[in-house]
């Protein structure tokens, strides 16, 4: 029986799966983070051939090369890249699979959920907007990291809080809310009590993850207390990743549409990442950007609930042949429509 491959990779870990001609899940295995800029190509590799190792192990499956593999990994955006992939598979891991087609870690998210390509938004510790086409085309808005973007991820909110608690204190720029409640997270989540001793957790010990992590926090306390900064700044973030939303669209409107889907077949997106547990307190200025830019007709917002390798395992069988319960995927959480009058429906969200 031919198995087909999928990777889904990034740089806190590594899922791989292997499914048949059915589309049926047959095994699956867990590795360490497939990103080449953390940790290089070869080990990469390296990684992957030892999770289809234990993948096919672990459902008794003799060792054999898969008929097409997959990946979908964070780092894979240059086309320089991907031939090297291909390159090595072909002369170093040709006992691992026949073929392999390559693509950023985006594309394993939306062929999971979507049958024909769409739209993912990424909000984690940093953030990033990603538009993929049917034949692998991925138009990209943000995603450059803490210091050149990623507004709406995690980082960008829990840092916006504490520039604007520095400001105020330092009469530089007057918050328009209260900061004390801002304040007293700030205080408690890094242990100090003055502006002078956080200064080492943005130098000498600067972590972005840690500063990140704030954000739940952040969320929690802005949920408890309705306190008018926090609950902007979540606002602010919605904003941002709607403005993402909106750029890719722009982007791509720009650069592909003559050769490509119209505006209006890319209207199904998927959510992912950590501050999207947070959806009740970014939706109003999500919405409020989304309209005020005029882009949309018609807008699904999805939960992925399968995992990313599985869309992953389409790329690699260059046909997307293999059948999956694509409703069985992801969830439908936001939706509006203009054409009916409708803004959002609260039954939509969980």
Not at 102 to 123: E, L, M, P, Q
Request: glycine fraction near 10%.
């Amino acid at each position: 029986m031919p198995y087909y491959g999928g990777v889904d990779g990034g740089g806190s870990g590594s899922r791989f799966v292997v499914l048949d001609e059915r589309g049926t899940l047959v095994a699956e295995s867990h590795g360490e983070t497939t990103n080449q800029w953390l940790v290089g190509l070869d080990t990469v590799l390296a990684t992957v051939e030892s999770m289809w190792r234990d993948a096919l192990e672990s459902a008794n499956i003799p060792l054999q090369p898969l008929e097409s593999l997959g990946l979908s990994l964070s780092g894979v955006e240059a086309q320089h890249i991907k031939d090297e992939i291909k390159d090595k598979i072909g002369s170093q891991y040709a006992h691992v699979t026949k073929a392999v087609v390559s693509a950023n870690d985006s594309c394993g998210a939306v062929f999971t959920a979507f049958k024909s390509g769409g739209i993912v938004i990424i909000a984690g510790t940093g953030s990033n907007c990603q538009l993929v086409t049917p034949n692998l085309v991925c138009v990209g808005c943000g995603g450059w990291g803490h210091l050149l973007g990623d507004e709406g991820g995690a980082y960008s909110i829990a840092h916006r809080m504490v520039k604007t608690i520095f400001d105020d204190q330092d009469c530089l720029i007057e918050s328009p809310h209260n900061t004390d409640i801002a304040t007293q997270i700030m205080w408690s989540y890094f242990g100090v009590n003055n502006q002078m001793d956080m200064l080492k957790f943005y130098y000498t010990q600067f972590e972005k993850s840690y500063i990140a992590s704030m954000c739940k926090t952040m969320s929690q306390k802005a949920v408890e207390t309705k306190d008018p900064l926090l609950l902007s700044l979540f606002s602010w973030a919605g904003q941002q990743l709607a403005a993402q939303l909106c750029g890719v669209l722009k982007r791509y409107r720009k650069n592909q549409s003559k050769n490509g889907k119209d505006l209006k077949e890319f209207h199904q997106v998927v959510c992912m990442g950590s501050v999207f547990k947070s959806w009740g307190l970014l939706k109003q200025g999500f919405l409020d950007e989304m309209l005020s830019q005029d882009l949309y007709q018609d807008l699904e917002l999805h939960r992925l609930t399968a995992n990313g390798a599985l869309g992953a395992a389409r790329l690699g069988c260059v046909t997307f042949d293999i059948p999956l319960k694509f409703e069985e995927n992801s969830e439908l959480f936001f939706s509006y429509s203009r054409g009916k009058g409708i803004v959002f429906d609260e039954k939509l969200e969980k």
